[in-house]
């Protein structure tokens, strides 16, 4: 049987937002991308052209790729990028992934232009497990700059200061009302009173962790990350980049038009602006001049965060069931810092450029990416001596925290797991540098359960009792907590080898990154696939 098949090209468009006209990458001309709509357990060729003025790969977030890394895409982890004028074909293998996912770009900071969604539908004969929605809408939520994404970044790390974190948020490519020359453009969507629709939302902004409503209406959560919770009543969701979020809501107020917005949340300010798109109802009526704005939390509102991500747990039924390893074979402990290094030949503004780093390493993309070194067993391309337990044990969120975790060391480090290990890892979050952020962590080629989670420094001991595994929500990104941690659970089933960052892309670009290389199993089926005839030279 043949595989389906689409084209992606990859060429600058012309857009305009926020008053001025540029050029952005896009795929087939669009912003936000083309979505791509599967039923679980399908397969689908995606051949990418690049006609683009960078090299580009692209990444399948969330779609676990069984034994197939060679398609996941992260620049310089499982590929040497797609360069100007290149094509390279991905096949994309969807197993137990049901529900929304998204794909975007994964190389410097592309992805905030190349991105799109990803649905998932049930097999033939299987259903969702809650009534058919009447209709649904991808809502992306992502980050609009003024200047050039690539320049921004590589020129805030020659400096060594913060880059631009965005100008604008968008819904659905457009930043809505309350943004400057935006008001024309703003994205509707029209309900008709009674119905139920599902919202497939996608956090595809660069740097923040959003807060999300509609007016007037309450939202029923029903699954995330390719996964389904049980079902939770909110009048607002949090949603980290990475994550996706099915939510159902039902058209049950009065004939108007009512505002959809999504606002950072961020413990310190940076964009604290609102983007808004309109939910409009069909019928007969003269509506209020503007539509009725949402109560959002307060992009300062910690509890808001936590009080609704206490509430996510895994659906737990027979057809769903909840996979948690009870009993662990290997412990990880991981520290996500910000830190600062010494710039290279002295180019930054003051000696030191800020730096971010996993139990103090702070990653360094190789010359040859690390799947091709680990198959064609090239020596000197990285080590697999990454620490299981940070190098220093002191006070993680003490306001306080000793100089000599300041800098780490820069390296090329990955953890090595033998095939079908059950894992657990515990993310630390720390103040060096005072530092003190959520960091959504993701993970490639897995979705994990994530049993717990907490503030201050984790209790080996304490914390461990109060783990959920009987419902642990199942995830590809774990928002951990600023000043917190979280831990998660996996089997290590899928041969490869993997990325895992944090989903802010700046904490990305400064080194808050490693890999896990899974072994194979025993057998073909246990091991990882043979490399494709096509590798794109490095
Ligand atoms: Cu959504 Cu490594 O990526
Ligand atoms: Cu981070």
Known sequence: KTIPSIDFVLNETSYTRLCST??????????????????????????????????????????????????????????CPIKPGANFSYELIFSTEEGTLWWHAHS??????????????????????FPKPDAEFPIVLASWFKGDVMEIIQTALANGGEPNISDAFTINGQPGDLYNCSKPGTFRIMFDFGKTYLLRIINSIMNEEMFFMVADHNLTVVGMDGAYLKPIK?????????????VLITANQSLSHYYMAARAYAGVVYDNTTTTAIVEYNGNYTSPLAPVFPNLPNYTDINAVTNFTRRLRALASTQHPVDVPKVVDIRLVITLSMNTL???NNSCDNGTRLAASMNNISFMYPKVDILQAYYKQIRGIYKTNFPSVPPYVFNFTADDVPDNVLTPEKDTRVRVLKYNSSVEIVFQGTNVLNGAENHPIHQHGYSFYVVGFG??????????????????????????????????????????????????????????????IVKNGTTRLTSMRRAPSHLNPC
């Open 108 to 129: 410097d900071w592309s992805r905030a232009t190349v991105h799109g969604p990803i649905i998932i539908y049930p097999k033939v004969g299987t259903n969702y497990p």
């Open 342 to 344: 010494p710039c290279a």
């Open 455 to 516: 503030f201050g420094n984790f209790d080996n001991e304490t914390d461990p009792e109060g783990f959920n595994l009987v419902d642990p929500p199942e995830m590809n990104t774990v928002g951990v907590p600023t000043n917190g941690w979280a831990a998660i659970r996996f089997k290590a089933d899928n041969p490869g080898v993997w990325f895992m960052h944090c989903h802010l892309d700046r904490h990305m670009s400064w080194g808050m990154d490693t890999v896990l």
């Open 22 to 79: 540029k050029n952005i990458l896009t795929v087939n001309g669009l912003f936000p991308g083309p979505a791509l709509h599967v039923r679980k357990g399908d397969r689908l060729i995606v051949n990418v052209q690049n006609q683009g003025n960078y090299n580009v790969t692209l990444h399948w977030h969330g779609v676990k790729q069984p034994r197939n890394p060679w398609s996941d895409g992260p620049e310089y982890v499982t590929q």
């Open 234 to 246: 909110t009048d607002y969701i949090m949603i980290t980049p990475g994550q996706t979020m099915d």
